[in-house]
């Protein structure tokens, strides 16, 4: 079975072409990355704007890539929710015309379950159930996997996610955007315990998370900065970075630890943009040592947004849900 799956809920405009859930033909990835990074952030007009313009040339790009025409798909699946709206409308109108016109069924898929799919492109043995870490630019939740369609959320942010977070100190430390990868690359010669950044809990739901305050504590610190030595050192942004990597990983650790001892899961699929980074899979893959756990990190090109990913989801829920 061909799925053609399409992704805009963002700043990535992506189309892919994926068989039976697991095996990418194709995955075309267009990024806005440079186009926002002027404004520090993703302007949602603009990726609107830019998504319309790209979706047509994607969507062939990933076509030819795969060596199939449109006649040989035999499912349309695009992200549905949760996104940027305007942006979100774009990829998903595009999809739902193009099913209508080829008169083959459209399969809406939720961005989360999405990146969590991403683990099925990388491991062809993996199967639920499992235990699910996703951490990206507007999400970031630990999740019971019991079925490739029946995901209980057991824990999330209660404010700003993970990467935003560090997008947003990234910014203040005067890094360019998108701030994850600078962090990344800043953080390799810091000292993680160099900037003393209190722990966040939320009281009473010890698997959520909240990274509000952590976002505003290193901001203070950084302000604090720039207002005694007029600017930031290599060594303070160093330090900020690793210190952040550190609280990230404390934060992160503790819940999934928590959540596998409450599910019983032997399984970890961590997922979503900011476990492109080395350091954070580096810390998950000696907890889940420790815990004899078996990890699975979907490669870089999958962490990210991206349409494979949209189309290994949309599979299982054309083929296990009501849709079929
Ligand atoms: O999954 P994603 O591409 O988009 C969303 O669904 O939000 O994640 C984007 C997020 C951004 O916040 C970006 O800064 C972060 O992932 N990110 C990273 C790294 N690369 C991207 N965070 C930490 N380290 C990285 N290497
Ligand atoms: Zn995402």
């Known amino acids: 079975m061909l799925i053609l799956g399409i992704e805009s809920s963002c700043d990535e405009t992506s189309a892919a072409v994926v068989k039976d859930g697991r095996e990418v033909l194709s ?13 520090g952030g993703v302007v949602p007009e603009i990726a609107s704007r830019a998504h319309t313009e790209a979706i ?27 996104g940027l709206i305007g942006a979100l409308l ?10 209508y016109k080829l008169n083959l069924p459209f399969v809406p898929v939720n961005h989360i379950k999405g990146h969590i799919a991403a683990a099925y492109l990388e491991y062809p043995g993996l199967e639920p159930p499992f235990l699910a870490f996703v951490a990206s630019g507007g999400h970031t ?17 209660r404010d700003d996610a993970l990467g935003e977070a560090f997008d947003k100190i990234a910014r203040a430390m005067g890094l360019s955007y998108p701030g994850g990868a600078e ?6 010669s810091g000292g993680s315990s160099a900037v003393k950044i209190p722990l966040a809990k939320v009281e009473g739901h010890e698997l959520d998370f909240s990274f509000s305050g952590v976002k ?33 990983v404390k ?74």
């Open 27 to 39: 995955n075309i990835i267009l990024s806005q990355t440079e186009t926002h990074a002027k404004y």
């Open 90 to 99: 774009v990829g998903l109108s595009f999809a739902k015309s193009l099913a």
């Open 141 to 157: 939740s630990i999740m019971d996997i019991r079925d490739y369609l029946d995901h209980q959320t057991l824990g999330a942010t």
């Open 251 to 324: 934060s992160a650790s503790v819940r999934i630890k928590r959540a596998l001892e409450l599910t019983g899961h032997k399984k970890l699929v961590c997922a979503g943009g900011v476990l492109a980074n080395s350091h954070i899979c580096a810390a998950l893959k000696e907890l889940c040592g420790e815990l004899n756990t078996e990890l699975y990190i979907p490669d870089k090109k999958y962490c990210g947004d991206n349409a494979a990913m949209i189309a290994a989801q949309a599979y299982y829920e054309y083929k296990m849900g009501s849709l079929n």
């Open 183 to 188: 962090i990344e690359r800043y953080a390799k």
């Open 56 to 82: 047509c040339p994607i969507c062939s790009r990933a076509l030819t890539q795969a060596g199939v025409n449109l006649s040989d798909i035999d499912i349309i699946a695009a992200t549905n929710t949760p």
């Open 216 to 248: 505003t504590y290193v901001i203070n610190h950084i302000n604090t900065l720039i207002q005694k030595n007029g600017g930031l050192s290599e060594k303070d942004r160093c330090d900020i970075a690793a210190s952040l990597t550190g609280n990230a």
